[in-house]
């Protein structure tokens, strides 16, 4: 029973180990050029120009997550006094997670970066950073 638990806990920390912090994923675009930007990320979301030599270009990535939750499930129901479900099935239930990256640009340059938003991980999926 202990070797079980080993081998859960060690596949656990490898897990955690294997996505990097959002901020380590983004810390090499520093000093790329924007057409390299623009070829692995796409068109951005939005542009603001600080400067005509500076402007900050943002993209907005989300994903949705659907999930089967029964809400009933831990119920207990006796034969006598149950009610029937009337073919209703249980509705799943949806997870927005969204990730809002901004990079500031001088003079074709990345220079700096930002981020917020609760999708922000360093795990890279079709192309896109989530």
Request: proline share 7%.
């Amino acid at each position: 029973m202990k070797k079980i638990w080993l081998v859960l806990l060690a596949g656990v920390c490898s897990a955690c180990q294997s996505v990097r912090p959002y901020a380590e994923t983004l810390q090499p675009w520093v000093g790329q050029t924007e057409r390299s930007l623009e070829q692995s990320w796409g068109y951005p979301d939005n542009v603001f120009y600080i400067t005509p030599d500076e402007k900050v270009v943002t993209y907005v990535r989300s994903s949705t997550h659907r999930y089967n939750f029964d809400p009933y499930q831990d119920e207990v129901a006796y034969s006598a006094i149950s009610s029937p479900v009337y073919g209703f099935p249980p509705q799943p239930a949806e997870t927005t997670y969204y990730c809002k990256t901004s990079f500031t640009l001088q003079n074709g340059i990345v220079r700096n970066y930002s981020f917020n938003g609760d999708g922000c991980t360093g795990a890279v999926e079709r192309g896109y950073i989530f």
